[in-house]
C-alpha cells in the first residue's frame, strides 16, 4: 500500500514516483542502478562522472592515463568521462524499457564538466530526461540543458545559492526547470555545499531552510508545482510525513542516495556492501581534506583517519626569525632555513622520533610531517595528476587558462579521482575514501536488512513506497 499523499508527478511526459536516485560520483551509480530505479517507476540517476566504458567481454576498460602532460591526461579523462557516461546512459535506457525516467548528474567543479556534460547530451538525445548538477555554482546549465532540450535540476543547499544561480542565469530558461534539489549539508554524504556563514559542528534542521527556499522561490515567480527535492538524510518516508502536502513547502520529492548503495544492482563492490552493515552512529565524519576545498561526509575509514592525523602534525613557519618564531628547525632539508616557535619544535621532534621525518610546505605556511613513505605516494599522486577537477587544492592544477591554480600543492589533501576510481572497482574500503550519507548507520538498525538481507531495487522502491 502507498504512503498516503505520495501521488505521482509529471516528469518528462509521463507519470513518475516523485522517488530520485542520488547520482552518487565516481562509478557508484550506473546504469544498473538507475536503469533499475527507473524500471520501478521513479527517477534513476546515472552518474556522469568518469563512468565507466566496457570492452568486449562486458568487463570495465581500465582508465589509464598514459600521456605525458596533464593537459594531455586531461584531454584523456573528458574523452573517457563522455565515452563512460554515453555507454551508461544507454543501457539505463534500454533497462528502464519506458518506464520511470533517466537523469544524469554532474558535478560542477569536475575538470571539463561543461565538455562532458555538452558531449554525453549530444549522443544520448531522447533518452536523458534530466540533468542534476551541484558541487558548485553552475549557471551555465539552464543554457546547456535549453541547447539539447532536457530539463535541468540545479543542487544546492540555500535559498541564497538558488536566488544567484536563478538571477544570474535560470530566470531565462524557466521552463526547463523541472526541480530544485535541496541537498542538506550536514546530512548528505558526498560533497557539501557549507558556507563560510555555517557552522559545520552546528547542524541547522532543514524543515526551516526548505520553507525559505520555497518562499524564494515564489518571489520569483516559481510555480509551487516546481518540486523542491529533499537530500540528504532521508531513509524513509513515514519520517517526513508533514513534508507531503503541506501548503508551506508546496510540491516535494525525495531523493535517496545511501540505501541504493545497498541493494543487488549496485555497481559498489561487496566488501563496500559489507562495510555498510557495520557503521555505528558518528562513524561520518564531515571533514574539509577533499582537494575541491568543499566540506564533504565519508566513513572515518584508516584512510581518513590518516588525513586526519596528518593534519594534525602539524606547525606554522616563517622564512624569516621574529617574535613568535624564534628557533631554526635543522631537519628540513631543502627550501632554506625554516623558523618555528620553540613549544613547536619539541612537537616536530616527537613526531620524527615516530618515522614521520618528512616536512612537507602547505599553502597555508605550515609543515605536515608525514613518514618517507607517505611522503612519495603524495609526491607520485601529485604528479601523475590527470586533471579531474577545475581546480585541485591537492595537485595545483587547473582546467584552463594556464592549468595552475597559483598555489602550492597540498600535500594534507588527497587525489580524489584515484581514491574512488580504487574503491569503486573493488580495492580495500579502509584504504580509500568511503562517501556515505550520516544516515548510514541505520543499516545496522532497520530490520529490513536484518539477517544479510540485500533487496533487489524494485524491492527496496516498493518497501519506500509503503512509508518504511
Known amino acids: 500500500m502507498t504512503f498516503k499523499g505520495l501521488k505521482p508527478i509529471t516528469y518528462g511526459g509521463r507519470e513518475v514516483w516523485p522517488l530520485i536516485e542520488g547520482g552518487k560520483g565516481v562509478s557508484a551509480t550506473n546504469h544498473a542502478s538507475s536503469g533499475a530505479w527507473a524500471a520501478a517507476g521513479g527517477i534513476g540517476t546515472v552518474s556522469a562522472v568518469n563512468a565507466d566504458s566496457y570492452d568486449e567481454n562486458g568487463d570495465p576498460i581500465p582508465q589509464v592515463y598514459d600521456q605525458r602532460t596533464r593537459e594531455e ?20 535506457h534500454e533497462m528502464a524499457n519506458g518506464k520511470g525516467a533517466i537523469n544524469i548528474n554532474v558535478l560542477w567543479e569536475m575538470g571539463g564538466a561543461q565538455e562532458v556534460l555538452e558531449g554525453v547530451l549530444a549522443q544520448t538525445k531522447g533518452m536523458v530526461t534530466g540533468v542534476t548538477c551541484g558541487a558548485g555554482m553552475p549557471y551555465k546549465l539552464s543554457e546547456i540543458a535549453e541547447r539539447h532540450n532536457v530539463y535541468y535540476l540545479p543542487i544546492i543547499s540555500s535559498g541564497r545559492a538558488f536566488r544567484a544561480l536563478w538571477k544570474r542565469a535560470y530566470h531565462k530558461v524557466p521552463h526547463l526547470m523541472a526541480a530544485v534539489v535541496y541537498e542538506d549539508p550536514w546530512l548528505a554524504g558526498g560533497h557539501n555545499g557549507l558556507s563560510n556563514a555555517e557552522d559545520p559542528r552546528e547542524p541547522q534542521d532543514p524543515y526551516p531552510r526548505v520553507k525559505q527556499l520555497r518562499e524564494m522561490m515564489r518571489k520569483e515567480g516559481v510555480a509551487d508545482d516546481i518540486p523542491i527535492v529533499m537530500a540528504g538524510g532521508v531513509w524513509n518516508l513515514r519520517e517526513w510525513e508533514n513534508w507531503i ?6 510540491a516535494i520529492a525525495f531523493q535517496f542516495g545511501t540505501r541504493p548503495l ?7 563492490p561487496q566488501v563496500w556492501k559489507d562495510a555498510l552493515r557495520d557503521i555505528k552512529p558518528g562513524d561520518v565524519l564531515l571533514h574539509k581534506f577533499s582537494p575541491t576545498g568543499f566540506y564533504s561526509s565519508a566513513v572515518k575509514t584508516p ?17 624569516a626569525a621574529d617574535e613568535d618564531h624564534s628557533v631554526q628547525l635543522e631537519i628540513v632539508k631543502k627550501g632554506g632555513k625554516l623558523w618555528v616557535k620553540p613549544e613547536d619544535k619539541k612537537r616536530a621532534k616527537v613526531w620524527v622520533g615516530e618515522g614521520h621525518t618528512e616536512a612537507l610546505k602547505t599553502p597555508d605556511d605550515t609543515l605536515v610531517f608525514v613518514t618517507p613513505e607517505s611522503r612519495d605516494t603524495i609526491r607520485k599522486d601529485q604528479s601523475d595528476c590527470m586533471g579531474c577537477l577545475s581546480h585541485c587544492g591537492f595537485s595545483s592544477w587547473k582546467d584552463h587558462d594556464n592549468f595552475t591554480t597559483g598555489r602550492l600543492a597540498d600535500p594534507r589533501s588527497f587525489c580524489i579521482q584515484k581514491t574512488l576510481q580504487d574503491i569503486a572497482h573493488g580495492d580495500a574500503v579502509e584504504n580509500n575514501l568511503m562517501f556515505a550519507g550520516h544516515s548510514a548507520y541505520r543499516f545496522r538498525e532497520d530490520p529490513f536488512y536484518s539477517n544479510n538481507y540485500t533487496p533487489s531495487v524494485k524491492e527496496l522502491v516498493e518497501r519506500i513506497l509503503t512509508g518504511d
Open 73 to 92: 591526461r586531461h584531454q584523456q579523462l573528458i574523452q573517457y568521462a563522455i565515452d563512460g557516461a554515453t555507454e551508461q546512459v544507454k543501457r539505463a
Open 262 to 268: 545497498l541493494t543487488h544492482e549496485s555497481p559498489i
Open 303 to 319: 584512510f581518513l583517519y590518516d588525513l586526519m592525523h596528518r593534519s594534525d602534525r602539524q606547525i606554522p613557519f616563517a622564512k
Open 245 to 250: 502536502d503541506n501548503p508551506e513547502l508546496g
